[in-house]
């Protein structure tokens, strides 16, 4: 199997057109691509590219907090939308667990605020990196939870 060179979507080796997106492929520029588990992040190629053009914005609204609810309800078809919904759904749960761990260690004093704050600090760069991912339609997982799976 080959990618396309425009919509990264696999096809068939040494086929002239891409039969998803419609776009003519050089016969050079087919690279075997690696499955998604051998590089356990980048998914973008198993989504349609339509989906994941029609539901980009439903992928952004995943990350923000309990906004994780919008992509199941508004776009329930859509695998695009239910793999960063799944990933803003991990996210919220570590963001409250963090959040919960940040109360107890106020406690002990500076080191408590030191490591909170770096937690939070975490969290918020999680956020980052799923929206621009979203935003750039791309499905990748993020550093450390994205491979908790809750969504089917």
């Known amino acids: 199997m ?3 060179s425009k919509c990264g979507g696999q096809i068939d080796d040494n086929v002239s057109v891409c039969p998803l997106c419609g776009a003519p492929q050089a016969s050079n520029t087919f690279v075997n691509p690696m499955p998604a588990d ?8 198993q989504f349609d590219p339509n989906d994941i053009q ?3 914005l439903m992928a952004v609204l995943a990350y923000i907090g309990i906004l994780f609810l919008i992509p199941l309800l508004a776009a329930p078809n859509s695998k695009y939308a239910r793999f960063h919904a799944n990933q803003g759904l991990v996210l ?6 963090v959040g919960i761990v940040s109360t107890i260690l106020m406690f002990i004093p ?5 490591i909170g704050g770096l937690l939070g600090l975490a969290i918020f760069i999680f956020l980052i990196m799923g929206i621009v991912n979203a935003a750039s339609g791309k499905a990748k997982e993020l550093p450390l939870i994205g491979k908790i799976r809750i969504l089917k």
Request: net charge negative; proline share 0%.
């Open 92 to 97: 919220f749960i570590v963001d409250i667990a």
């Open 38 to 45: 051998a590089t356990g992040s980048d998914y973008t190629a």
């Open 2 to 4: 080959a990618i396309c």
């Open 54 to 56: 029609q539901n980009k």
């Open 110 to 114: 500076i080191v408590g605020a030191i």
